[in-house]
């Protein structure tokens, strides 16, 4: 079981200070996870000097962060990242570990999340053939 601390250190001691005032800027409606190779994607957006994009990858095997980006100033291993770092590991690392023992549950929100994009396919080719088919098919249907 990890600590904390064991969980933010690849963040800078002065980062983490930092990042405690940061924890209430993130913006919780704003929050999504998506899941790709086993490994979970955090994202939110936080209220920094600006409106920034910020995502931290998790491995549930390894339970640690594998990445983290931001679109702020320093990019990366920043005070956001740190304050996303810490909201996961405080609400929804607990969950993706269980999930993760579990062996990929049907009930994952990336698998939702994937069934949408799948669907969003479908309807693009769809739409695709309709196009295609459409000036074939409509004098044929005429003569019907
Ligand atoms: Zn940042």
Known sequence: MSSL????????????????????????????FFEESGDVTMYAQIEGTDYYDTAITYNPKKDRLIDDDCTCPVRYNCKHAAALARLFFQEY????????????????????????????????????????????????????
């Open 93 to 144: 690392r607990q969950e993706f570990q269980q999930r993760s023992a579990e062996s990929q549950s049907p009930r994952s929100i990336a698998k939702r999340q994937q069934g949408y994009d799948q669907a969003q396919r479908w309807l693009h080719d769809f739409k695709r053939q309709l196009e295609q088919t459409d000036p074939e098919h409509l004098p044929k249907q005429t003569l019907i």
């Open 5 to 32: 601390i064991n969980f933010l250190s690849r963040f800078s001691t002065a980062t983490i200070q930092r990042s405690l005032s940061y924890a209430k800027h993130i913006d919780r409606e704003t929050i999504e």
